[in-house]
């Protein structure tokens, strides 16, 4: 007698990251994938339900829901979102605290939470001071939620994850130049760190769920690789057929760019480029899974790319 599969709850699963652990449990097909949301009868979720995703309505900032969206489950995918949060650490932690316990409450047997490290101290005093009091905030309100996780007694693992390819196709503002040419522009710098996509993710959580016991208390890196600024604007320039430039600004440039959140990535750059301590915690070495290379992920994407240089 086989015995019946497990059920894991997806949280984010209309994003990036949730949206890769299901892709990659629904192509294991070794686990009933359920997810959250806070409308049900939107397309991204009637789109999952067509996929066999149990749709459930749920949302972090409510722990009754939670509770009663978990309820059944065995396992739990969490990732937390400050922008849902009001670009709040205060409002991320409190996400985070009250998917722990409702999971608590739920009888959830294990949960993976896609985290970040708390920047060192030595960063910090490098760093200026946002309006929250806070150095790179989305950073220390998952590193609190970690925190959360790791003491609520529940068998858990942590994801640390890097920079998404999936930013460049997603968020990254091109600019094209008089002379046909596009740039972009922010103040990371111009040295290679790690990145990887966003279905890494899910093919890194699927893995642990294959033997969460191997990986109960551990941090597990998600890798892709480690490339520079220049060197993935010449992999877009040849996928494109266009020429495609990075152009460094400054940090303080960087701060004063027009989108929320801003001084908070302009903070987290200047870590990344400045501390080793971003790139020491992501050995590319022996990974649980390796995931693809930003080259192979970009000509995967290469039509969405083109399209989106032709909406400039």
């Known amino acids: 007698m086989t015995s019946a599969k497990k059920t894991v709850v997806v949280t984010g699963a209309t994003g990036s990251q949730g949206g890769g652990v299901v892709d990659a449990l629904l192509a294991a097909g070794k686990r009933n994938v359920r997810t959250i949301t806070r409308k049900s009868t939107s397309k991204k979720a009637k789109d999952l339900a067509t996929r066999g995703v149990e749709v459930?309505?749920?949302?972090?900032?409510?722990?009754?829901?939670?509770?009663?969206?978990?309820?059944?489950?065995?396992?739990?995918?969490?990732?937390?979102?400050?922008?849902?949060?009001d670009q709040s650490y205060d409002g991320e932690l409190q996400q985070g605290k009250n998917a722990v316990d409702a999971a608590k409450e739920a009888g959830i047997g294990f949960v993976i939470f896609s985290s970040l490290e708390d920047i060192p101290a030595d960063a910090k005093e490098g760093l200026p001071t946002l309006h929250d009091g806070r150095k790179v905030t989305h950073f220390e309100s998952k590193a609190a939620v970690a925190e959360y996780v790791a003491n609520s007694g529940l068998p858990y693992t942590l994801l640390l994850t890097s920079a998404f390819y999936d930013n460049m196709l997603n968020f990254v503002f091109y600019q094209k130049q008089p002379d046909g040419t596009y740039a972009f522009s922010d103040n990371l710098g111009t040295e290679p760190h790690s990145w990887h996509s966003a279905g890494t993710i899910g093919l890194t959580a699927a893995a642990v769920l294959e033997d969460p016991q191997k990986f109960h208390g551990k941090t597990v890196p998600v890798v892709g690789e480690r490339i520079s600024y220049p060197a993935i604007a010449q992999v877009l320039s040849d996928?494109?057929?266009?020429?495609?430039?990075?152009?460094?600004?400054?940090?303080?440039?960087?701060?004063?760019?027009?989108?929320?959140?801003?001084?908070?990535?302009?903070?987290?750059?200047?870590?990344?480029?400045?501390?080793?301590?971003?790139?020491?915690?992501?050995?590319?070495?022996?990974?649980?899974?390796?995931?693809?290379?930003?080259?192979?992920?970009?000509?995967?994407?290469?039509?969405a790319f083109k399209k989106r240089l032709e909406s400039v």
């Open 239 to 303: 996928i494109t057929g266009k020429t495609i430039r990075y152009h460094p600004v400054s940090d303080e440039q960087m701060a004063g760019m027009p989108f929320p959140g801003a001084a908070d990535i302009a903070n987290m750059f200047h870590y990344y480029r400045e501390w080793a301590h971003y790139d020491d915690l992501r050995p590319i070495t022996n990974p649980v899974v390796q995931g693809p290379t930003f080259k192979d992920w970009a000509e995967a994407h290469s039509d």
């Open 56 to 85: 459930v309505e749920g949302d972090l900032g409510d722990t009754a829901s939670l509770i009663k969206a978990f309820t059944g489950a065995d396992e739990l995918f969490l990732v937390t979102d400050i922008k849902s949060a």
